[in-house]
């Protein structure tokens, strides 16, 4: 079977690249750099693509994941001929875009190696915008974004849900196309859809931006309450044995140990830093020196990169201290 990917490409603003020097710091920006330059500066609502871990990779799974998204049937699902499907229609789909076929192809492919996790059915998507927007934009923008990557290529549904705070919609599209290919998704390939919802709610008078967390000057996400409620509750969880490890070193040695990782995070931000060093020049020679000096003050504004730890450790300081004053002062 043969295998599809999108192709490599790089991302619309990868601020890091403008600090390599030779020809790529000496060119123009383009008007789309400049106006994703204004949006990601501007803190502009930043989208989500995310792709569903696959779990079981049967029918049964497929069908019960059908059945979770269009909740038991009181939503309507849209498949990609633009009918609205009401009901349980889980089976439905699966008959008609023969996912019963795709299980059993690696069973008779010669090549197959039965001691390996089969491959997914389909692929289950989520596109999700911060609370407030419009969710029947994220909707209309997501329709358009499938029309334009997958239709006539690869089967898929989708159902919008907005029992949460985001609007967010649902996408399971048949993981291989109706040519025998294979999608595999990868980096490259988020990148670019998230590219894409952004320039589809854009077009429908959305702000919206797709900027890799690192160029915005973010590491990971930072630790929540979460984290140190599980720890009091005694919950037997992965956060909380990473909330009990940092707790011991923070009552040893008063900190954590230095780890290795922080020197990269330290030499991504400073090349982050020198990218948009190199924008804000750039614009300087636009002629934009409003921009230029937004892109400066972001640029210098970025909080200290933190390991996963030390925002673990930030977390619990911020509520450790506070007892300790209450202790003191009984």
Not at 16 to 45: C, D, F, K
Not at 103 to 113: G, K, T, V, Y
Not at 230 to 243: E, F, P, Q, V
Not at 246 to 257: P, T, Y
């Amino acid at each position: 079977m043969k295998t599809f990917k999108l192709p490599s490409e790089e991302p619309l603003l990868n601020i890091a690249s403008h600090a390599r020097g030779g020809s790529r710091v000496a060119g123009r920006l383009t008007p789309a750099q400049i106006e994703h330059i204004r949006l990601t500066v501007n803190r502009a609502p930043e989208v989500m693509v995310k792709v569903l871990s696959p779990g079981s990779s049967d029918l049964k799974a497929v069908g019960r994941h059908f059945d979770y998204i269009g909740r038991q049937g009181h939503l309507a699902l849209e498949s990609d001929d633009g009918y609205q499907l009401h009901g349980r229609v889980g089976q439905e789909l699966i008959d008609d875009w023969g996912l019963d076929l795709d299980e059993l192809r690696p069973q008779s492919s010669l090549n197959a190696l039965p001691a390996r996790k089969p491959p997914k059915l389909v692929h289950k998507l989520v596109f999700s915008m911060p609370e407030g927007t419009p969710p029947q934009k994220v909707l209309s923008a997501v329709r358009n974004f499938a029309l334009e990557e997958f239709h006539g290529r690869h089967r898929y549904a989708m159902v919008l849900h907005t029992d949460e705070p985001h609007p967010h919609v649902h996408l399971v599209m048949r993981a291989i196309s109706e040519g025998g290919r294979r999608l595999n998704i990868r980096k490259e390939t988020l990148r670019h859809w998230r590219a894409q919802f952004a320039h589809q709610l854009q077009g429908l008078g959305v702000a919206a931006n797709a900027t890799e967390r690192a160029v915005r000057g973010e590491g990971r996400k930072p630790a929540k309450d979460g984290i140190y409620r599980a720890r009091l509750r005694g919950d037997s969880t992965t956060d909380r044995a990473k909330a009990e490890g940092v707790a011991r070193e923070l009552a040893a040695i008063g900190g954590i140990r230095p780890e290795p990782g922080k020197r990269t995070l330290m030499a991504t931000r400073a090349a982050v830093q020198r990218g948009w060093q190199s924008a804000a020049d750039k614009l300087v020679l636009h002629g934009d020196r409003e921009l230029a000096a937004q892109v400066a003050r972001f640029a210098s504004g970025m909080d200290r990169p933190m390991t996963e730890r030390e925002s673990i450790a930030r977390v619990l300081s911020t509520h450790v201290r506070p007892r300790q004053h209450e202790s003191r002062t009984l």
